[in-house]
Every structure is written in structure tokens, then in C-alpha cells.
């Protein structure tokens, strides 16, 4: 066994509860009678519309694009008619512009073809990348494409998968990397002949044996010389898998403040992105499908269920068959970094990683109080900052005096928060800082 990695400085433990769905097998929900499709996605500009109302649409079909500015463009979950283009209820907005398509039950399932894409080049890749509208399906959404292509005066020589999935409950990648280990590996390897590297190294929390194992095979029997791919067990610790905190972890390599990866010669990417990514270009198949952990104790059904982008949750609730009575509050993403949603009529998008169904027993509601200066969130934050100080200059109305103790290098983990013994709304002060902050 390898030694174990981890980032040097924060860093917190918070319970994994990840039993209820780690042992349950991908399952395939049925496809809803209507699919939300959010026209803004990804980090950007959000897409126009491709289609007109009443138009027929087959399963991959484009419905959208960005035609100026940063974006990729949105494909059609599933065959059926455009019902409307109007808005739908959003995660974190109250609502989006978006598509509705009424999914017609009856069409012919799209048969794959097989793509042989070791004669392609690097630049014909990244086309299909981009063409396939594949953005960071396990972080904020960032065209992966972009990512893909970075300045030239970075020079790229290690891509780093992150399949550390260290928030808790969600356990999506954990069943990809275990039961789809050589798209994931294959992924990279495409990943890598667009970047121009040789060496590959795949970061696994080390509460995942079995993934770890079934990655490390595929990876020692795909891996040659020109084409150096390997599994990196980590440490489990909160926040494992941000990109700064990874890169640290497994190359040793520190991030400067307000700088990419890149400056240090590193791309990330996701496991299920590097799958997506071999999805796009070995079947031509578009990001519009994506797997989501369902868990906590408000659900009838745990799952890890594969939907169609655009799936409602309250789509998802039925199929699962209900909540609970003890059902308080539900998160969409993790219990560190998601959003409460208390519409169920929200669908699910290329990000949405889990929904959970949260009880009494599993949140947190004491009223916060007066910061006693403890200093557990300064040891508690993996990048160094002053949360307490950004929570008290927010509270005294200095928002925008916060940028000193490094507010906009606040990549909002939750870390700070978690520990706080004071249960002072960290997270919430430092996105209110930023927003004031950004005007003035
Ligand atoms: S939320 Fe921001 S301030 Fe708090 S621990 Fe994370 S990076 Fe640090
Ligand atoms: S952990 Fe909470 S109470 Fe302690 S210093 Fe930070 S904000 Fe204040």
C-alpha cells in the first residue's frame, strides 16, 4: 500500500455517513414524463435557445449554445417536443430561463457507436469536448474545454483526477470509479493526450478500499511509459478534494493566491467528468445524463441513481417512493457546500452531485452567538484566512473592508463554519463580504 497524502494546513472531520449508499449499485431511473432543462449550466454566459416551442427533438439532440463568451452548449436528455421555454425554480436563484420537454416514451433509444480515437489529435479531442457540453460535473461547473486549454505560457505536466468525493453522504463517484473504472481511466488517458502530458495520477480517499482497488488495476494494465497513470491514496480529511488542497496533497506543488492550477503546471478534473469525457468522444454521447446520490434519513429509498439532467426532484422522491415523517430540511450537493432547496420542483444539472433528505437528528438548527474568539476556524481553514475577522466586519456593516483577511481566496468549504463552537454563519458572512465587497 501506498503512504497516504493529504494537504498540510486545515482541514476537519466531519462525520462520513456515506453507509447508507455506498454498497448500492448505479440504478437507472426511469425516464419522467417532463424534463427542466436550466439554460445556465456552467460558469458563464447561459445558452440561447435553439429550439422553437412545439419543435420534435431527438435524444442528443442540441437545444442550446453560447455563441460569444465562455460556455458550452445544452443537449436534449431525451427524445419528446419542446412544451415551453420559459423559467424553472433554480437551486440557488429563485429561477432560471429553461426548456421543457414533454419526453416522448415511445422513441427509438439511441444505439452507440464505437469511436477508435487513438489516431485522433489533441486538438480534434478537445472539439468533441467542447461539442458535447462537458463542464466540471463534480465542482462549479467550470467548460471543461477551457480548462483543457490553458495558457500557453503554462506548461502542463501533471493531470490529477480527483475522486476524492470528501463531503459527506455523497458516494456518486465512489460507485463510478468502482463499477466504471475503465471509462474513468480511459477518460484520463484522452485528457491526457489533449494536454500534452505523460503522467496522470488519480486521488482516492482511502475510506473507498474497494475503488481504490478496482482503479489501481485498470489503471496498472492501461498505464505505459508515454501514458503514466496511477492511483494516489489519500487521507481522509474535509476538504480532500479542492483543487488546491489536492494538488498539494499528491504533488507537493502550492497554488499561489488568486491563481490557477495551472501556474503550477497541474490540470484537475473530476472522475466522472474523465468518464463523461470518454462518453463524449468514444460514443459521441453528450453530457445530459449524470449519476446523484440520494441519501439521509427523509427518504423512503436511498440510492445512487443515474438521471437525465433536467429530472425534478420531486420526480426523483416518487420513484424513491416518498419521504419520511422525520424529513426537516433537504441540501442540494453536500451538507458542507450545498443549498436547502424547499421547492421540490428543482431538476437536477450537469453539477447536482446528491440531494439529501435530512431529519432532526441529522442538522444542526442552535441559534449562533457572539464569536468568543476561540480561533478553531483559523486552524480549521485550508487556505489560512480570517474567517472569524470576515464574520465580524460583516456583522459591524464593514463588509467591504474584509478583503485584508483574504475573502475572495474563500473557495466557501464550510470548514470554518463546521467547527465553529459559536455556530456562527461563516459561509453566509463571507458570500455576503464578496457580493459587497465585488460593488464597491
Ligand atoms: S469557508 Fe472559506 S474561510 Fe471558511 S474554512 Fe473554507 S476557505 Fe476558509
Ligand atoms: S470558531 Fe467561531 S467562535 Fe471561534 S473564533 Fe472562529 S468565529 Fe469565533
Known sequence: MKSLLTFPKGGVHPPEKKDQTASLPIERMPVPDELEII??????????????????????????????????????????????????????????PSVTIAVDHEAAAVEPHKQDWTSMSGKDLLTKVHEAGIIGIGGAGFPTHVKLN???????????????????????????????????????????????????????EQNKPDAIAAMDKVASSFSSAECDIAVQPLEVKYPQGSEKQLIQAISGRKVPAMALPSAVGVVVQNVSTASAIF?????EKPLYEKVVTISGGGINKPANLLVKVGTRVEDIVEYLGGVKPGLKKIIMGGPMMGFAISDLSVPVTKTTSSVLFLTEDEIDSTPHSQCIRCGWCLDACPMGLEPKEIGIYVEANRAEDTEPFGVFECFECGSCAYICPAKRPLVQFVRLAKMKAKRQ
Do not use: F, W
Open 150 to 204: 490553458p495558457p500557453a505560457d503554462n506548461k502542463i505536466d501533471l493531470l490529477l483526477l480527483n475522486g476524492a468525493e470528501c463531503e459527506p453522504y455523497i458516494t456518486a463517484d465512489h460507485r463510478q470509479m468502482l463499477e466504471h473504472a475503465e471509462s474513468v481511466v480511459e477518460g484520463a488517458a484522452i485528457i491526457m493526450r489533449i494536454l500534452g502530458v505523460k503522467q496522470c495520477r488519480i486521488g482516492i
Open 39 to 96: 439554460l445556465g449550466q456552467h460558469i458563464g454566459a447561459p445558452c440561447t435557445v435553439t429550439v422553437n416551442k412545439r419543435d420534435e427533438v431527438t435524444e442528443g439532440a442540441q437545444i442550446g449554445e453560447v455563441k460569444r463568451g465562455l460556455g458550452v452548449p445544452l443537449h436534449a436528455p431525451a427524445a419528446g417536443k419542446i412544451k415551453a421555454i420559459g423559467t424553472s425554480a433554480h437551486p440557488m436563484r429563485v429561477s432560471a
Open 279 to 283: 462518453d463524449a468522444v468514444v460514443y
